[in-house]
């Protein structure tokens, strides 16, 4: 039986707009467990290889999602050599479970890096100035030094890159008491309507 509690349970619209309206929280909440999900890529070696983000913004008139990376980290290589990319959300007290998967556009050098760089905190800012590169081998786990201070916020601009991924397709998986539901949502490109179907769970 169907958890009346829950508007959207058996009705496709209600369940996207639902999912939408879970990553527009994500975005702008820290406290969201959706706020880091795990995204994947597709390795240099073609192996899955997938780690945990900061989702930064999420746009639902264009279906986009952001993230910030470093250009000298593993990710950076993979999704510029494929940009095939998939994005995991979860969230146990809501049972909800989002997969979106779309490509990944890399942006370094304009005015989205350039937004996205000014929008971040000092804090985040530093990350990038690591020395040595992310994933570097070091001889001990504390041989690597992050240049810090008010004047020195735009030493890592260089390494910066804002992620977007456009989705193209969302899947809705929710564990209700009364019964799971799962839903897919396809979206041409072109289209801004997405076929919506049930799926077994
Ligand atoms: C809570 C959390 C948030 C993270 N956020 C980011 C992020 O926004 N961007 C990022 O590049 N790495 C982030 N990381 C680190 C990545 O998970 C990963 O370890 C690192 O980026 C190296 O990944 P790669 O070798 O696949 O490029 C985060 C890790 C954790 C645990």
């Known amino acids: 039986m169907t958890d009346l ?15 939408f309206d879970l990553l527009a929280r994500a975005a702008a909440d820290r406290r969201s467990p959706m706020h880091t999900p795990s995204v994947a890529s597709i390795g240099l070696d073609g192996a899955p290889r997938s780690r945990t983000v900061v989702l ?13 990376t470093d250009i000298r980290s593993e990710k950076y290589a993979e999704l510029t050599s ?3 990319i998939s994005t995991l959300f979860y969230d146990a007290d809501k049972k909800v479970q989002l997969r979106l998967s779309g490509m990944a556009s890399l942006h370094v050098t304009d005015e989205i890096a350039d937004g996205a760089w000014a929008a971040s905190q000092a804090m985040s800012r530093h990350c990038y100035a690591t020395e040595p590169a992310p994933g570097s081998a070091i ?8 240049p810090k201070g008010r004047d020195l916020t735009e030493v890592g601009r260089p390494h910066f890159c804002a992620v977007r991924i456009k989705f193209s397709k969302l899947e809705w998986l929710w564990l209700g008491s009364d ?15 997405p076929v919506m179907r049930w799926l077994v769970p």
Request: hydrophobic residues 35%; proline residues 2%.
């Open 82 to 84: 494929d940009p095939r």
């Open 56 to 68: 930064r913004h999420f746009d639902r008139g264009e279906r986009c999602l952001r993230f910030h």
């Open 179 to 193: 019964g799971h539901r799962r839903a897919l949502f396809e979206w041409d490109n072109a289209a801004s309507t």
């Open 139 to 146: 001889m001990e786990g504390g041989a690597f030094s992050i």
């Open 5 to 19: 509690t829950h508007a959207f349970s058996d009705d496709l619209a209600a369940t996207l707009t639902r999912a």
